[in-house]
Structure formats: C-alpha cells, structure tokens
C-alpha cells in the first residue's frame, strides 16, 4: 500500500557501501522521475548517475548530513552511500524549475524503497565544489542530490510533543528519531 511505502521512506544517513546499486537499478528510479508530474509539461530536469566508488567519492565531499546533529559529521567510510542521483534544472529548457526536483526526488525515492533500498535528500551541497569535481556545465543548475543504497540505520516516527520540537535525534542505541507533527495541526479548519 502507498501509506506503507512512504512511512518506509525515511531519509537514511548510514548505507552497507560495499552493497552496490547497478546502473540499471538507477536508470529505473530515474524513470519513475521521467513519468511524474512537470510544471507545464516542461520536464527541465537532468540527471547524473553514480555507482561507482571512484565516481561516488568525488560527490561524498560536498554534502552536508543530518544538520541537527551536531556531533556526527556524516557516514563514516564503509557506511556511505553506494550510489547517487543528482538532479540537475537545464537552464536551456526554463530558467525556474518550481517543485519539479522535489516531485522526482520523491519518486525515484518512493522506488528505491519498494526495492528494499533508502535514501537521503541532500539539499545543502556545496554546489560550485560538485560542478568543478564533476565537470558539470553551468548550463546546468545543481538541484538536489539523491544518496541510495541498502540502509544501515532504524528510523522510527513520532509525533511532536507539547514542546513543539521537530528536530529529528539519535538515541544512544542509533536509532533515528524523526518527529512529525499531528494531523489535526497540520489541517486548517
Ligand atoms: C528539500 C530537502 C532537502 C534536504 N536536505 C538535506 C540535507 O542537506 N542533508 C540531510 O542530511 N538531510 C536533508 N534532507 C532530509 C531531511 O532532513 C528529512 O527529510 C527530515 O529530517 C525528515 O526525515 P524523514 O525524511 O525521514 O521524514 C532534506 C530533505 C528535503 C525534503
């Protein structure tokens, strides 16, 4: 059911690297993305693919994880992503790109979860670091960058208490918190 996938679909942060993810496997999630929804059909969107440990270590560097947590700087070596999605905007084809990346992002990522696999959004990229590392032509805007492989981390929802507080934690067994507010908060009457 639609509801199990996306309580799956939490972002992971710690991956099995040495479990790759083929080529193909990314081609499929990137069609999911190809057949959703696009701002006037437009369907600016442009995707670099990586499943390759020398590929993938050139992207790891420019990538910020889990910002509320402050202690832990990322996925260690042997727990990083074993593949990545970057969704480009072709300037060529509209100069905004509206909500098209995140509707892509959650495709390919609701995909990667009916496979057995997770993923990460990762917005805050250095991205003039990841353009020169990757020699990514500046016609081509750096959206949003989509970390996948065999999750290695428990996710657990929960509901925002009284204090309001949405940050997601970590408890001492490495279990990821993710707080999420109620329905009834969130629904205007
Ligand atoms: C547009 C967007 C950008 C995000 N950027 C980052 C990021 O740079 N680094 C990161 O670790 N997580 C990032 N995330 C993941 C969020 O932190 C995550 O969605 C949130 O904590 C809720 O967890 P959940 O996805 O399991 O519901 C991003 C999510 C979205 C939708």
Redesign the pocket.
């Known amino acids: 059911m639609l509801r199990d996938l996306i309580v799956k679909n939490?972002?992971c942060?710690r991956f099995y690297q040495e479990v790759g993810v083929e080529g193909q496997v990314l081609r499929e999630l990137v069609d999911l993305a190809r057949l959703s929804a696009s701002a006037g059909n437009i369907q600016p969107l442009k995707f670099i693919l990586s499943c390759e440990s020398q590929k993938n270590a050139l992207i790891f560097p420019h990538l910020?994880?889990?910002?509320y947590l402050e202690d832990w700087p990322g996925p260690c070596e042997g727990e990083r992503p074993p593949a990545y999605i970057i969704i480009l905007g072709d300037t060529e084809k509209s100069k905004s790109f509206g909500c098209d990346h995140?509707i892509a992002a959650q495709s390919i990522l609701l995909g990667a979860v009916e496979r057995g696999l997770a993923g990460?959004?990762?917005?805050?990229v250095q991205r003039e670091g990841l353009r020169k590392a990757l020699d990514i032509p500046s016609r081509y805007e750096i959206l949003?960058v989509l970390a996948i492989g065999k999750p290695k981390e428990t996710?657990v929802l929960e509901t925002v208490g009284h204090g309001g507080d949405i940050k997601?934690w970590r408890s001492s067994d490495g279990i990821h918190h993710?707080p999420k507010r109620p329905l009834d908060d969130i629904i205007l009457d």
């Open positions: 939490r972002s942060r910020a994880w889990a910002g995140g990460c959004i990762i917005g805050l949003l996710v997601y993710v």
